[in-house]
């Protein structure tokens, strides 16, 4: 199994700067993607950004440009970076990961919520 713990999450004013960060652990052979997810109250959970083992990331429309993503592979953690924030980006953010345990396991975060408002 593979724990995450997300950590950074609150309020941020539209147009301020947010880090999230994750942090993996437990028993597993190697994390091939991590990224983060959201859910906005009343809406399905969607996907914010993820980076893969070889570098390749992968960004919503939404927040290309104003998101960025990044990763420290030895330590297991992942990143978020959030700059400009909007009303709209207000949610509940997850950690998600793709791990080699057993077999290719899916896993997520407790999630932290992120509300940007004045």
């Known amino acids: 199994q593979v724990q995450l713990v997300e950590s950074g999450g609150g309020l941020v004013q539209p147009g301020g700067s947010l880090r999230l960060s994750c942090a993996a652990s437990g028993r597993f052979l190697s994390i091939e993607i991590m990224g983060w997810y959201r859910q906005a109250p009343g809406k399905q959970r969607e996907l914010v950004a993820t980076?893969?083992?070889?570098?390749?990331?992968n960004y919503a429309d939404s927040v290309k440009g104003r998101f960025t993503i990044s990763r420290d592979y030895a330590k297991n953690t992942v990143n978020l970076q959030m700059n400009s924030p909007k009303s709209e980006d207000t949610a509940v953010y997850y950690c998600?990961?793709?791990?080699?345990?057993?077999?290719?396991?899916?896993?997520w975060g407790q999630g932290t919520q992120v509300t940007v408002s004045s």
């Open positions: 980076l893969t083992n070889g570098g390749r990331t």
């Open positions: 998600y990961c793709i791990a080699e345990i057993n077999g290719r396991g899916h896993f």
